[in-house]
């Protein structure tokens, strides 16, 4: 089991930037590939970026590719999302996840650990 811990989100204006983290606790923390999901009021929560154990291959939701990028250090197990350009679309209450295994999957049902979720909210 992995513990984890989000901070960094905020409101910002259209345009700006922000940088979410996530702590995560236990030893087994670099076996694991890991995931930052997003959910906006009355939607399902989304896939928006994975990333693999060992932090050599990321993947992107179409929805924020090249605007966001996902990363890791597996010394200091944390998990990074920074996320550029955003949008008002982008608001959302954000969510970083352990999922077992190498690479990561996009089905939230894959996913055995969650943080507690960080707002970010977007303004025209």
């Known amino acids: 089991q992995v513990q984890l811990v989000e901070s960094g989100g905020g409101l910002v204006q259209a345009g700006w930037s922000l940088r979410l983290s996530c702590a995560a606790s236990?030893?087994?923390?670099?076996?694991?590939?890991m995931g930052w999901f997003r959910q906006a009021p009355g939607k399902e929560r989304e896939f928006v970026a994975g990333?693999?154990?060992?932090?050599?291959?990321?993947y992107y939701a179409d929805s924020v590719k090249g605007r966001f990028t996902i990363s890791r250090d597996n010394a200091k197990n944390t998990v990074s999302l920074q996320m550029n350009s955003l949008k008002v679309e982008d608001t959302a209450v954000y969510y970083c996840?352990?999922?077992?295994?190498?690479?990561?999957?996009?089905?939230?049902?894959?996913?055995?650990?969650w943080g507690q979720g960080t707002q970010v909210t977007v303004s025209p």
């Open positions: 996840a352990a999922q077992p295994g190498w690479y990561p999957r996009q089905d939230v049902r894959d996913y055995i650990d």
């Open positions: 236990g030893r087994t923390f670099s076996s694991y590939a």
């Open positions: 990333i693999s154990w060992s932090g050599d291959s990321t």
